[in-house]
């Protein structure tokens, strides 16, 4: 990767950086707002996107937490902090472009799922639920928006 394209993609994940900050408001929208038929195991489905959430939240926490450590290192003069500084810059824009594909890898079997399978207002609701209550019991975050 030459070093323009590199500095496009960190320009781009930077300024995908708010978005990713409210995505799990993004998607738990479209679950409210589609649903699932009868037809297909919602169980799998829920499981699924349940996984593919817990994932992003804890990418976007290893982002946050990166984000502060680098925060704090930012002033050292040291040539060993500054070396370590770099090292965390390189593992946050990784982390960052991680989090930039499993958004497309969630949103295009969003819009797979809504078009092919998430169809009644019935459905949409119970996947709804039922996805909150796995992320819950999943423990990936404390709390789901209602």
């Known amino acids: 990767m030459t070093f323009q394209a590199y500095k496009k993609l960190i ?7 708010g978005f990713f900050c409210f995505w799990p408001i993004w998607i738990l929208s ?19 996107f349940a996984n593919l959430e817990c994932r992003a939240i804890n990418l ?11 925060r704090k290192l930012d002033g ?10 770099d090292s965390l810059k390189l593992i946050a ?8 594909q499993l958004a497309d890898t969630i949103k295009e079997d969003l819009q797979r799922y809504f078009k ?6 019935e459905a949409r609701s119970q996947f709804n639920q039922d996805l909150k209550a796995k992320i819950l019991a999943k423990k990936c975050i404390q709390a789901v928006i209602e």
């Open 76 to 85: 050292e003069t040291s040539a060993y902090k500054k070396k370590q500084l």
């Open 30 to 48: 479209l679950f409210i707002m589609n649903g699932c038929s009868q037809n297909d195991n919602m169980e799998s489905i829920v499981d699924k």
């Open 60 to 70: 976007r926490n290893k982002r946050f937490e990166l984000a502060s450590t680098i």
């Open 116 to 121: 092919n399978n998430l169809t009644t207002l």
């Open 93 to 100: 824009d990784n982390t960052a472009i991680q989090s930039l």
């Open 11 to 17: 320009n781009k994940v930077n300024d995908m950086r």
